[in-house]
Nanobody, 126 residues
């Protein structure tokens, strides 16, 4: 069973919007935060956004600030990523991740998130 399942990816024109969802199966009370990363072909995995599961802390990568919004529905164990004003450079596979240590909000590095989904493709055409 995959612990995190992403959905909502697809093809959209530049300037458009998409909403990604990440559904967590099983317990989530041992996680401190959940977030999103993305990886384009030939590039390193990039931090996009993260939210603490108590809802008190939210962080965004510089390239998406003001355009993307992360939120969560604790009752459904789901985290969302609302992506507006999409650009061709946002094209990537988007991964949901969960981390159980507070250092996730210090490093924002993929290695500090121990649970991952399989990813969903987002393609933005110009």
């Amino acid at each position: 069973q995959v612990p995190l399942v992403e959905s909502g990816g697809g093809l959209v024109q530049a300037g458009g919007s998409l909403r990604l969802s990440c559904a967590a199966s099983g317990r989530t009370d041992h996680y401190y935060a959940m977030g999103w990363f993305r990886q384009a072909p030939g590039k390193e995995r990039e931090f996009v956004a993260a939210i603490s599961l108590n809802g008190g802390n939210i962080y965004y990568g510089d390239s998406v600030k003001g355009r993307f919004t992360i939120s969560r529905d604790s009752a459904q164990n789901t985290v969302f990523l609302q992506m507006n004003s999409l650009k061709p450079e946002d094209t990537a596979v988007y991964y949901c991740a969960a981390g159980s240590h507070t250092r996730v909000f210090v490093t924002f590095h993929p290695s500090d998130f121990e649970t991952w989904g399989l990813g969903t493709q987002v393609t933005v055409s110009s």
